[in-house]
């Protein structure tokens, strides 16, 4: 057993009946096997073995470590596992352990505190809720997007109607308005060369454009397993976005098909609520899509929020993409949008569509506006 990585694999396989004499795991490794035991502990109910946190007596006062709650144990398992290992966990939670207090019960749900890592276990399980839970995830659900919109709205709507008008001055003196380059230049008539100090200072600082003229943005969401964040991000800046008067927004979300949710851009819940998260990839059909939503190809950006894990050969998408881009489309992929921006996704297939011509990163949704913003300029 001196193999560190089947050490590890037996950790995971016997869970807590590893410790005794394979030790505690830590780190990742610890948190992995917690994660399974959560679930697959279950396995021995009702053959007279005792539970997580109970002593020799059933009384408590074991050294476990502490218990998750639902929505903990949706993010670690996200966090920990592959998306297609983490498919498969959720569903023996719900199917086989039936470890469905979350989605069947109103008043569990409403017991909980809504929070951002609540919302994302609400998603992943509400195709399993019906009647009078599905309501109040809802509620849970606005509460949360509300205020993540809240907080990011002040952030896109200052990078995208207030861009800096640099040929603009103006009588307002605020420091980010400073124009530092025109005010060395004016005030160079105050250095002191013997004290190598500006004596005085000329300030100048620049105004900021208001945008006008009407530009199309079209966002397609990847919705494949590993997503979420993403999905969630994409809804809330697409519903952003889709306030402002300059902009129309088209929202379309994909996996092997395609559903242009446009209609609904301005209600965020209702958006999460319609897309089914795992299944396929099929990035190159949802471009063909949102190649044909374009109008006005120079006024046009096309935002693609993915993995780059193309269901099938690549070379349609990277076609497509050098199709629109010689249009004059402007073409950005993200392989994460989120306040986490350290995504997996096919690098190959990333780096073939950024040598079609498309503007390839991982952007938090703020970067997003401020990287938009100059092509609206």
Known sequence: MADAPRLDRWTLVLGRFAEERLGRAGGNQGRMAQALDFVYGREYEGRGVRGRGQGPTGAGGSNDASLLTIPEWIREVRDLFPADVCEVVTRHALERYEMTGLVTDPEVLQSLEPSYDLLKAVLTFKGAMQGEVVEVARGVVRRVVEDLRKELEKEVRAA?????????????RRAHDLHLRRTLARSL?????????????DLQFFTRSRQHATWDVIIAVDCSGSMLDSVIHAAVMAAIFAGLPMLRVRLVAFDTQVVDLSEHVHDIVEVLFSVQLG??????RAARYCAKLVDQPTRTIFVLVTDFEEGGSSGPLVEEIRRMRGAGVRVFGLAALGSDTAPRYDRSVAEACAAAGADVAALTPGRLAQWVAPAIQ
């Open 279 to 284: 299944g396929g990839t099929d990035i190159a």
């Open 160 to 172: 995208i109607t207030g861009m800096p008008d640099r040929n603009r001055r103006t009588r307002r």
């Open 189 to 201: 008539k105050y250095y002191d060369p013997a004290s190598r100090r500006l004596t005085g200072a």
